[in-house]
C-alpha cells in the first residue's frame, strides 16, 4: 500500500461545477502539500497545510490530521483547472516529499 | 525574483553518454530537492542537499547517479552511462530551509530523452 493515496485517479467535469479531490496518508506528517502540474509539465505549489483550512480564490484545501485525510476542492471549476493535482505528504521538517499518484482533472467547457 | 531555474529545459543523449542537469535555487534558499517523474508514473524522491552537504539520497539509484550542491554555482544531477530507462522529467525543488519554512518551490523540469 502506497504512503500516499489519491483518489479518483481521473475526474471529468462540467465547467462550473464543484471538484472535490481525497489525499489518505499512512505516515506522520509535519505538513501536506498540494501541487498542480499542467500538461506542459510545470509544478506549482498549490497550498502547504499542517492544520485546518486555507483558501485561495477558488481553492480550498482542508485537512484532519486525526483521520490522516486531505481534501482540495475547486469551486466554480473552468477549464483552465485542467491538470493533474499531486498530493504530497512531508514527514518532517527539511525532509523529502512523499507524493500521491497524482489526480488528472478536465473541466469541459 | 527569479524563480528556480533549471537547465536544460530538454535533453537528449545517446545510450552510454553522460547527463548533466543544473538546478539554480531561488535567491536565499539552501535546500535543494530532486526528484523524478518517469513516464506515465508519479514524482519520487531522488536527493535532499544543502550547500556542500548530501542530506538524504535514499531515493538514488545505486549506480551512475550522483548529485552535489557546491559552494558556488547551481546544484549538478549528474547521470553517467545513461540508459533508455533513464528517460524522464526531473525536477528540483528549493526551500529557504528549516527557518524560512518548509514549502519548497519547484523549477520547470528537464525532459531527459535517452536513445
Known amino acids: 500500500k502506497n504512503e500516499v493515496e489519491q483518489s479518483p485517479q481521473n475526474l471529468t467535469a462540467q465547467e462550473g461545477e464543484f471538484i472535490t479531490i481525497n489525499c489518505s496518508y499512512s505516515?506522520?506528517?509535519?505538513?501536506l502539500h498540494w501541487l498542480q502540474q499542467h500538461p506542459g509539465g510545470g509544478i506549482v505549489s498549490l497550498f502547504m497545510?499542517?492544520?485546518g483550512k486555507k483558501k485561495h480564490g477558488r481553492l480550498i484545501a482542508t485537512i484532519n490530521i486525526q483521520e490522516k485525510h486531505s481534501s482540495l476542492h475547486i469551486t466554480a471549476s473552468h477549464p483552465r483547472d485542467s491538470a493533474v493535482y499531486i498530493c504530497?505528504?512531508?514527514?518532517?521538517?527539511?525532509?523529502?516529499?512523499?507524493f500521491g499518484g497524482g489526480t488528472r482533472v478536465l473541466v469541459k467547457p | 525574483n527569479a524563480g528556480v531555474m533549471q537547465n536544460p529545459r530538454h535533453l537528449v543523449r545517446r545510450r552510454g553518454q553522460e547527463a548533466r542537469l543544473r538546478c539554480s535555487p531561488m535567491?536565499?534558499?539552501?535546500?535543494v530537492y530532486w526528484y523524478r517523474q518517469l513516464p506515465e508514473e508519479g514524482l519520487k524522491f531522488m536527493v535532499y542537499?544543502?550547500?556542500?552537504?548530501?542530506?538524504?539520497e535514499s531515493g538514488m539509484p545505486k549506480e551512475r547517479f550522483s548529485a552535489e550542491f557546491p559552494k558556488e554555482g547551481p546544484s549538478i544531477l549528474r547521470i553517467q552511462q545513461v540508459v533508455r530507462g533513464d528517460s524522464a522529467a526531473y525536477f528540483c525543488?528549493?526551500?529557504?530551509?528549516?527557518?524560512?519554512?518548509?514549502?519548497?518551490?519547484f523549477g520547470p523540469g528537464t525532459r531527459l530523452t535517452v536513445l
Open positions: 504530497a505528504a512531508d514527514r518532517a521538517a527539511g525532509n523529502k516529499l512523499t
Open positions: 525543488a528549493s526551500s529557504p530551509g528549516l527557518a524560512g519554512g518548509l514549502e519548497q518551490f
Open positions: 535567491k536565499g534558499h539552501s535546500h
Open positions: 505516515v506522520g506528517i509535519s505538513a
Open positions: 497545510l499542517s492544520s
Open positions: 542537499l544543502q550547500k556542500e552537504n548530501i542530506i538524504d
